[in-house]
């Protein structure tokens, strides 16, 4: 049974992986050299697996894509700071963890990158809209259907499946892919 289990994950993940999005990665691709060719900062933020992403793809950013290199990408991630994260959940609300924080470092041309699995994380919704309204570039990772972010951010990024280990999965192939991808431009 373990054997065909592990078959039956791997099938799935690569049917997915064979319906990959190749000209929407590119487009994220060429919005991060952008942010950086100009300066900008980007902001990556999500909830539980998607945190852990989001940290992942900061570091990978920060350090692998600019090892080396006098000029740095200027990458902060959101759900990093546990003690502000801590301060607005217990003072306002955790709807409100990422958007507070925006509200102190955003600037017009930065780009926010929310990733839920679920595309419905209000915390992370609710910091892409507000990074619209100031006129940042938005970017969202989501799966199942895409969920709102899909819906509301100028690039999304759908792993099209309802198994959030799976669309998990997917989201770190796109940031070690994204990392690479930098680094090669570089």
Do not use: W
Not at 30 to 41: F, I, P, R, V, W
Not at 58 to 69: F, M, Q, S, T, V
Not at 89 to 105: H, T, V
Not at 149 to 165: C, G, K, S
Request: charged residues 20%; negative net charge; hydrophobic residues 40%.
């Amino acid at each position: 049974m373990e054997q065909k289990f592990s078959f039956d994950y791997l099938d799935q993940l690569k049917e997915l992986l064979d319906i990959f999005p190749h000209e929407r990665f590119e487009e994220i691709g060429q919005a991060l050299m952008s942010a950086y060719d100009k300066e900008k900062q980007v902001f990556i933020m999500g909830n539980g697996g998607s945190g852990s992403t989001a940290s992942h793809f900061a570091c990978d950013i920060n350090k692998g894509c600019c090892y080396g290199l006098e000029k740095k990408f200027k990458v902060i991630c959101l759900n990093d700071n546990m003690p502000t994260i801590l301060a607005y959940a217990n003072d306002l609300s955790y709807n409100n963890i990422f958007i507070e924080q925006l509200k102190n470092l955003l600037q017009p041309g930065d780009i926010v990158i929310g990733i839920s699995g679920s595309g419905n994380s209000e915390n992370v919704l609710l910091a892409v809209s507000y990074a619209k309204e100031k006129d940042a570039v938005t970017i969202g990772l989501s799966g199942f259907d895409g969920g709102r972010l899909a819906q509301m951010v100028d690039l999304p990024f759908v792993a099209a499946i309802d198994d959030m280990q799976k669309v998990e999965d997917v989201h770190m192939i796109v940031v070690h892919m994204l990392m690479q991808y930098l680094r090669k431009s570089l």
